[in-house]
T-cell receptor, first 114, second 111 residues
Framework: KAGVTQTPRYLIKTRGQQVTLSCSPI?????VSWYQQTPGQGLQFLFE???????NKGNFPGRFSGRQFSNSRSEMNVSTLELGDSALYLC?????????????FGPGTRLTVL | GENVEQHPSTLSVQEGDSAVIKCTYS??????FPWYKQELGKRPQLIID?????GEKKDQRIAVTLNKTAKHFSLHITETQPEDSAVYFC??????????FGTGTRLTVIP
C-alpha cells in the first residue's frame, strides 16, 4: 500500500495570510491526526478526525482548524498566520478508531512564515 | 492533559553497546505507548509499541518495558549499530489517536 502523503511539501507565507495543508491517508485508514513539530515545542497534537468527525483537539488556538472528507483525506487550515506558526506539520493515519492503533506519519509540510 | 517526560536528551554509545531511553507519563488513563525513530529530514517511523495490559515487548534488538504503577516506560536497544543514530520519541495516548510526545532523545552510535 502507498504510504501517507502530504501536499505541499514546502510552503512560504507571510504574516496574516492563511494556508491549507492536505493529507492523504493510507488506503483504508479512516483516522487522520495532525501534529506540529518545532525545535522548541517538539511534537504537539493538533486534532484528530475519524469518519469526517473531529474527535479530539489539542491545545491550539482557533486559528487552527481542519476537516476530513468522505474519502478520509484531510485538510488543515491556519488563518492569520503568525511567525510562531513556522513548523513542520505532520499528519498520521490509522486504521482503527480506538486508542492503541498504530499511527503512520506522512513526510510533513514545512511551513515558513515570514 | 497528559505530560510525557523523556530522558536523556542526548545519548552517545559505542557501536555494539546497549542504549536505554526512559519516559514517564502523568495520566493514569494512558493506555498506549509507541516509540518513534526520526532520522534527519525524514518522517517519524514507528519502531515498537506497547499497550497497558503488557509489561514488556521485544522485536529483535529493540525492547520496550512498561511499569504502570510507576508510570514509566523505557526503550532498550541492544547491539547498537551506526544506522540506529537518530532522534527517538516516546509517546502516550489517553484516547483515540491523540499522541502526547516526549521531547526526544538524540542517539549517536559511534563506530
Amino acid at each position: 500500500k502507498a504510504g501517507v502523503t502530504q501536499t505541499p511539501r514546502y510552503l512560504i507565507k507571510t504574516r496574516g495570510q492563511q494556508v491549507t495543508l492536505s493529507c492523504s491517508p493510507i488506503s483504508g485508514h479512516r483516522s487522520v491526526s495532525w501534529y506540529q513539530q518545532t525545535p522548541g515545542q517538539g511534537l504537539q497534537f493538533l486534532f484528530e478526525y475519524f469518519s469526517e468527525t473531529q474527535r479530539n483537539k489539542g491545545n491550539f488556538p482557533g486559528r487552527f482548524s481542519g476537516r476530513q472528507f468522505s474519502n478520509s483525506r484531510s485538510e488543515m487550515n491556519v488563518s492569520t498566520l503568525e511567525l510562531g506558526d513556522s513548523a513542520l506539520y505532520l499528519c498520521a493515519s490509522s486504521s482503527a478508531g480506538t486508542s492503541g492503533a498504530k499511527q503512520f506519519f506522512g513526510p510533513g509540510t514545512r511551513l515558513t512564515v515570514l | 492533559g497528559e505530560n510525557v517526560e523523556q530522558h536523556p536528551s542526548t545519548l552517545s554509545v559505542q557501536e555494539g553497546d546497549s542504549a536505554v531511553i526512559k519516559c514517564t507519563y502523568s495520566d493514569s488513563a494512558s493506555n498506549y505507548f509507541p516509540w518513534y525513530k526520526q532520522e534527519l529530514g525524514k518522517r517519524p517511523q514507528l519502531i515498537i509499541d506497547i499497550r497497558s495490559n503488557v509489561g514488556e515487548k521485544k522485536d529483535q534488538r529493540i525492547a520496550v518495558t512498561l511499569n504502570k504503577t510507576a508510570k514509566h516506560f523505557s526503550l532498550h536497544i541492544t547491539e547498537t549499530q551506526p544506522e540506529d543514530s537518530a532522534v527517538y520519541f516516546c509517546a502516550a495516548s489517553t484516547g483515540a489517536n491523540n499522541l502526547f510526545f516526549g521531547t526526544g532523545t538524540r542517539l549517536t552510535v559511534i563506530p
